[in-house]
């Protein structure tokens, strides 16, 4: 199989991925921040409260692009094999997520069965509702480079209104969430097609904070000579700097990833090049999903330990006996006030603060005199595991 032959050939060392760091991060997290994140009700305001599945779960690479861009070509062209579900042709043909992960036997597995299956890291999927789940399914196969990555393939976007409209979930609030839990992001373009609708922009707006992950597939690229294809690589690079505010220029793997000849061959070397680089980049995913989970795990609890400090605030602001429901309205009102107080109190740094708007309208549901008291002693457990 190509995964394992060029693993062989590009000479790197296997995947230093310990089962001890795993377990070290299950244990700070069980043992620390999860009883701070209950006490505080941390999942009501933010995202739910992790398992051990959200830990053993392999690194994921997602992908996005508009329709006929070749996601599930992509997909099909790595596994070396069709996978259960699939759909592949011009019109839009995927219109449901699918996550393609490693087992003995082919199947497909419905979006409501996934989200309450304990091994699988997709129990909080079940925020979003009913008729999301019913536009997510499991593909379960055998493949070599499954037994190292899963793959998330998407509904392929369209321009204009017609299909936002149709949705009955938040197409863009579903990117976010599967953009958080992946390791590498692959944004692909047609050569023949570079324009960016108006949903994919909002999508593109939505991984902001996942830069580090974003890559870009110029796909189909053997379609047009060597001439051509500067001009399409400039245009695009030209259409991705409106929309990825970055200063660093976004990695562009330039290639035809399908099992078919090349139309134009003289581009060959460039295209088997970029393929090789691009499986470097696949091989060293779950070295790197290590540190991600680092950092993930880090800001999690940097996040845990400011939202406890503001439930902690609030809670003390409130008056004893007559007057707190005026007194809660006045807090939301100069919510940024508070934020700014608890800041400079407890010299928190502004960044670990939580969006505002988003905050206020959670902080509306709730009676701010019943929230817990401050407790230093847990985060001060917090901040030592930070």
């Not at 692959?186 to 902001?208: M, P, Q, V, Y």
């Not at 690589?233 to 990833?257: C, D, H, N, Q």
Request: aromatic share 10%; glycine share 6%.
């Amino acid at each position: 199989p190509m995964w394992t032959r060029k693993k062989k050939e590009l000479n790197l060392d296997p995947p230093d991925v310990t089962a001890s760091v795993i377990d070290g991060l299950k244990k700070i997290y069980a043992k620390k921040i999860r009883p701070l994140e209950e006490m505080y009700k941390y999942d009501h305001f933010y995202s739910p409260l992790l398992r051990e599945s959200d830990f053993d779960a392999k690194p994921t690479v997602l992908l996005l692009g508009q329709y006929s861009t070749g996601k599930t070509t992509f997909i099909r062209y790595l596994l070396e094999r069709d996978f259960p579900g699939m759909h592949i042709g011009p019109e839009p043909t995927t219109d449901r997520f699918t996550a393609i992960f490693s087992g003995k036997e082919d199947m497909v597995t419905p979006g409501n069965a996934l989200a309450v299956q304990a091994d699988m890291p997709f129990q909080a999927l079940s925020k979003f509702g009913i008729d999301f789940l019913n536009k997510f399914q499991g593909s379960q196969c055998n493949s070599p480079i499954l037994e190292d990555i899963s793959f998330v393939d998407t509904p392929g976007v369209l321009s204009g209104e017609k299909q936002r409209i149709g949705r009955q979930y938040d197409f863009v609030d579903v990117v976010e969430w599967f953009a958080g839990r992946s390791d590498l992001i692959l944004l692909l373009f047609d050569a023949h097609k570079l324009d960016i609708s108006d949903e994919f922009k909002r999508t593109i707006e939505g991984l902001k904070g996942h830069d580090d992950k974003i890559r870009v597939i110029l796909n189909k690229a053997d379609m047009v000579n060597s001439q051509q294809l500067m001009r399409v690589y400039g245009a695009l690079m030209w259409s991705l700097g409106k929309v990825l505010k970055t200063p660093e220029v976004v990695r562009v793997y330039i290639g035809s990833f399908w099992d078919q000849p090349y139309q134009h061959a003289e581009n060959e070397k460039l295209f088997e090049a970029e393929q090789n680089d691009l499986l470097r980049d696949l091989y060293n995913l779950p070295k790197l999903s290590a540190v991600r989970k680092i950092n993930e795990l880090v800001k999690r609890a940097r996040l845990a330990k400011v939202h406890a400090y503001i439930l902690g605030h609030l809670k003390d602001q409130m008056p004893s006996v007559f007057g707190k429901d005026k007194k809660q309205l006045k807090l939301i009102e100069d919510l940024n006030g508070e934020f700014n107080k608890i800041h400079r109190l407890y010299q928190l740094p502004v960044g670990d603060f939580p969006d505002l708007n988003k905050f206020k309208s959670r902080l509306e549901n709730y009676e701010f005199a019943k929230f817990p008291k401050l407790n230093q002693k847990m985060i001060s457990d917090v901040s030592f595991s930070s």
